[in-house]
């Protein structure tokens, strides 16, 4: 019986990778994915059979997976960062047509891999936010903002900016300071690949044309800092542990 595994593999290098997920990909005999990802992880892939295709081919690419372990085949689907968020693993299921044998493996998204880049501003309740209107509409989008702002909510803002989406970002940027002032912003372009750029900017500094859809944004709450350039959200331990001697164990407070 074939199998299809759904893997995510991370924002870039393959050490990135979690060893199941390499595993999987070593034991497949098919490999499909976006072909950018794929490119990525090609150290892994020699020899293969590879089927790639290009955005929009997503239903395209997991009917494809699925027909082939279907027919026998072991075969990873290469998500990048994770396979679940705003990525394959439910549209599998949901085209999965009776076939069983689908093991997703996570992977480290890319919230979470400009996060440690920044410093750590995401340590508590965050919001992932999607600003693409291709399959959620805007009007859904809006509420959401709205509600992130009503709790005060770490954001990391997915899909930031296309050429056709140029003003989405600034629209919800000025929400967030209209509601809880000049937040500090992350911007990680290009997470662990090569050409990796990071900035921390406030929002009335922010400088919009440097970001693309290869960049993420990490906004701060109201508690988020920064400290020799890290942006810290504080988990609440000094203010609840006040009687802990900070200074004395060798760290600054
Ligand atoms: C369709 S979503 C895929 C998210 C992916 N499944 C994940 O878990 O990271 C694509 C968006 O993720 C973000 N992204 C993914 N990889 C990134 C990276 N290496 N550096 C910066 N942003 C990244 C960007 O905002 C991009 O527009």
Same mark, same amino acid.
């Given at each position: 019986?074939?199998?299809? /595994? ?7 290098? @393959?050490?990135? %990778? ?6 999987? +990909?070593?034991?497949?005999?098919? +490999? ?10 090609? *150290?892994? +892939?020699?020899?293969?059979? %590879?089927?790639?295709?290009? !955005?929009?081919?997503? !239903? ?12 026998? =085949? ?18 599998? &299921?949901? !085209?999965?047509?009776? #076939?069983?044998?689908?093991?997703? +493996? ?18 508590? *309740? ?23 702002? #009503?709790?005060? #909510? ?16 600034? /629209?919800?940027?000025?929400? &967030?300071?209209?509601?809880?002032? *000049? ?11 090569? =050409?990796?750029?990071?900035? @921390?900017?406030?929002?009335?500094? /922010? ?5 693309? !859809? ?29 009687? #802990? ?9």
């Amino acid at each position: 019986m074939g199998k299809l /595994f759904v893997v995510g593999v991370g924002p870039g290098g @393959i050490d990135l %990778i979690s060893e199941r997920g390499v595993l999987a +990909i070593k034991k497949s005999n098919l +490999i499909c994915g976006y072909k950018r990802y794929v490119e990525l992880i090609t *150290d892994l +892939i020699n020899g293969k059979e %590879i089927f790639t295709n290009s !955005m929009k081919g997503e !239903m395209e690419r997991v009917k494809f997976a699925i027909n082939r372990a279907k027919r026998g =085949d072991t075969v990873s689907l290469v998500c990048g960062g994770d396979a679940s968020l705003y990525s394959l693993a439910s549209l599998v &299921f949901e !085209m999965s047509d009776g #076939f069983e044998n689908i093991e997703v +493996i996570p992977g480290i998204t890319a919230a979470m891999a400009a996060s440690a880049k920044l410093g750590a501003p995401i340590c508590e *309740d965050i919001v992932f936010l999607s600003l693409s209107d291709l399959l959620t509409p805007w009007k859904v989008i809006e509420k959401r903002v709205d509600a992130i702002n #009503f709790g005060d #909510f770490v954001t990391a803002i997915y899909n930031p900016r296309s050429k056709k989406r140029k003003d989405y970002l600034k /629209f919800v940027l000025e929400k &967030f300071y209209q509601e809880r002032g *000049d937040l500090i912003c992350g911007v990680v372009k290009n997470c662990e690949r090569e =050409d990796e750029e990071v900035k @921390i900017w406030r929002i009335s500094e /922010f400088e919009y044309d440097f970001v693309d !859809m290869s960049t993420i944004i990490i906004v701060g709450n109201t508690k988020t800092y920064l400290e020799n350039d890290k942006m810290i959200t504080p988990r609440g331990y000094l203010d609840k542990y006040k009687e #802990f001697n900070v200074q004395s164990s060798g760290f600054k407070v």
